[in-house]
C-alpha cells in the first residue's frame, strides 16, 4: 500500500511538473513575441521592424495593400519623431508623407511633409516636402487659399527649383475642373499654332 501512495504522489508530481513546464515554455513564448509599441523600441527594434513592413511591402507588389503601407508609414513617423538627430530620419520622415499621400490620409501627410520642411534644413529634399505639402493641400484636401500661400512661399524660397513652374502652373489654375484645364490647353495651343503662321 504504501508503495500505491508513493507511486500516486510521484505519478501526480510528475503530471504537475509537467503541466509547469510547458507553462513556463508558453511564458517564455510570449515574452519573445510580445507586442512592444513602436514608441518604446530602441532604434535597432525598430529598424528591424521597418525592414520587416518594408519586406511585407514589397511582397504585394502586384497591388499595393493599404494595411502594410499604413504600418510602414507609422513606423517611419515614429523613427523620424523619435530619433531625428540621425541622418535617416528626414528620408524616412519624408516617405511617411508618401506614404499617407497616397493613402489618401491628407491630414498625416501634410503633418510629415511640414514636420521634414521645419526640422531638417539640410536635408536635400526639404524644397520637395514644401511643394508636396501644397500639392497635398490643393488636390486632395481642397484648401486652395492655404495651397496658394505655400505654393507663394516655396517660389520665394526656392524661385529656380526644379518644381518652380509646377508650382506657378498650380497657383494660376487651381481650382479648375479637368475640362476647364483642357479648354485652357486648347486655346493656348491655338494661340501657339496662329503665332507661328504669323
Known sequence: MRKLVVLSLFSVGLLFGACNQSGNKETETD???????????????????IERREAALDKDSNLVNSQN?????EAYAVYGENFA????AAERLFKAGE?????GHKVQAIKHFDRVYNNFKDYDKRPYALFMKAFVLENQARRYEQAKVVYEQFLREYPTHAMADDAEYSIKNMGKSPEELIKEFERQDSIRKAQGAA
Request: proline share 6%; aromatic share 6%; net charge negative.
Open 69 to 73: 503601407a499604413a504600418r510602414l508609414m
Open 99 to 103: 506614404l499617407a499621400m497616397g493613402l
Open 85 to 88: 538627430n540621425y541622418p535617416s
Open 31 to 49: 515574452k519573445e513575441e510580445a507586442y512592444v509599441p513602436l514608441h518604446k523600441m530602441n532604434i535597432e527594434s525598430l529598424n528591424e521592424e
